[in-house]
């Protein structure tokens, strides 16, 4: 018992480690490869290095390695809180384990219905993911959901999936949906339906951008605004960013954390949304019933 | 030369702020649907959690033509000015 209990606890430790080291790492990397900043600088995910391919060369960049680092950390935080599981329930990470899966098992039952019980892995994943990137700025680290191109990954990945359950019903019935309210209206349903990821994928990657400019704009204007007041002292008293203390951390609460957890929030409401709404579950279940009675008449 | 790039940049820098003019738009709709949504809970406060829920996915949905300007800003802001300068030099190079 004593061993197990020893083996236990250096599986702990092994998996907190796992938690903490790719963000200490990911900001040892930040502080050594970042150059020198000067005024104001807003620029996109850097480019560590590119590894040449044949038809394009594939830059791996801040996003991805950031990415990377956030999924690392989710694999460690997910295994600690599942680590050690008994029906008896006597560790507390086991209680926020089942807060966690019953609140966004209930929430996906609430917005897809039953037939879309088993969507919950997908939609905490993304909530998780969507969150973690967003709050990495707390640490200083380049967010990857500012990217375009990890957020719009997501999107496609949404966009496969309400595509597969709309084609659930058959091709037939897919192609009668864009001629829904009148055949006139084509075009425009297709655009609407090609609409959809894309803006998905920019209102995130824009709430998430637009903070971080602003937070890079409001910095410097309050280092102008101490320098200009406290400017004139002599000495070392000039150089006191008077103004660059406290104000921004407040402004941080919104953009980075109130922000960065509501867009997550709303992208996977709005997965929830799209899929379950494109789903059209009476052409479903009617299909489902002639092939049924098929099989009767065959047996 | 220099006559030309200072138009190019000062004509990104305004196509930026016209862009942005969109921003009335989502500005005035959340902000009529935050009103109704107090509204609902001034009347019903037993449904506060359903309305907040519904109130914020409206606003989200309401944002998104205001990111649309946003992008669009920040392309022309950061990104268009140097496309547009090295396609200037190359032209001017080649001639």
Request: with cysteine.
């Amino acid at each position: 018992m004593k061993e197990k209990d020893l083996r236990f606890k250096i599986v702990d430790i092994l998996l907190v480690l796992m938690m903490t080291v790719p963000i200490i790492l990911g900001i040892v990397l930040q502080v050594m490869t970042e150059p020198p900043a000067s005024g104001v600088q807003i620029t996109g995910a850097r480019i560590f290095f590119t590894i040449p391919m044949p038809l394009q060369d594939f830059p791996v960049t801040e996003s991805q390695v950031n990415s990377l680092i956030v999924m690392i950390v989710l694999l460690g935080f997910c295994l600690y809180i599942t680590h050690g599981l008994s029906e008896k329930a006597d560790l507390k990470r086991q209680h926020l384990a089942e807060f966690i899966v019953e609140k966004v098992d209930s929430l996906v039952k609430e917005n897809m219905g039953d037939f879309f019980a088993s969507f919950t892995p997908f939609i905490i994943s993304i909530l998780a993911l969507s969150a973690l990137s967003s709050l990495l700025s707390l640490f200083g680290l380049y967010p990857p959901t500012s990217d375009i191109n990890i957020v719009g990954g997501w999107a496609v990945l949404v966009f496969v999936l309400i595509t597969y359950y709309k084609l659930k019903a058959g091709p037939l019935a897919y192609m009668k949906s864009f001629t829904q309210p009148v055949a006139l209206l084509t075009p425009i349903n297709i655009i609407s339906e090609v609409a959809t990821p894309v803006s998905m994928a920019f209102r995130h990657y824009g709430n998430v951008l637009s903070g971080a400019v602003i937070s890079v704009l409001l910095g410097t204007a309050l280092g102008g605004l101490s320098s200009m007041i406290l400017g004139k002292l002599p000495g070392f008293l000039a150089d006191i960013p008077l103004f660059q203390v406290g104000i921004p951390a407040v402004l941080s609460i919104y953009f980075d954390v109130f922000s960065g957890c509501l867009q997550a929030f709303i992208f996977a409401m709005l997965t929830m949304m799209y899929v379950a709404g494109g789903f059209p579950e009476e052409e479903y279940k009617k299909k489902k019933s002639q092939k049924a009675s098929k099989i009767k008449k065959i047996n | 030369m220099e006559l030309a790039i200072g138009i190019i940049l000062g004509c990104c820098a305004l196509g930026a702020g016209l862009a942005m003019i969109a921003g009335i738009g989502p500005g005035i709709g959340e902000g009529n649907a935050v009103a109704k949504a107090c509204e609902a809970i001034a009347r019903q406060p037993e449904s506060k959690g359903s309305v907040t829920t519904t109130m914020l996915m409206g606003c989200a949905i309401a944002e998104t033509t205001g990111l649309y300007a946003l992008v669009i800003a920040i392309l022309l802001m950061f990104v268009a000015p140097n496309i547009l300068v090295d396609i200037l030099v190359k032209t001017i190079s080649s001639l």
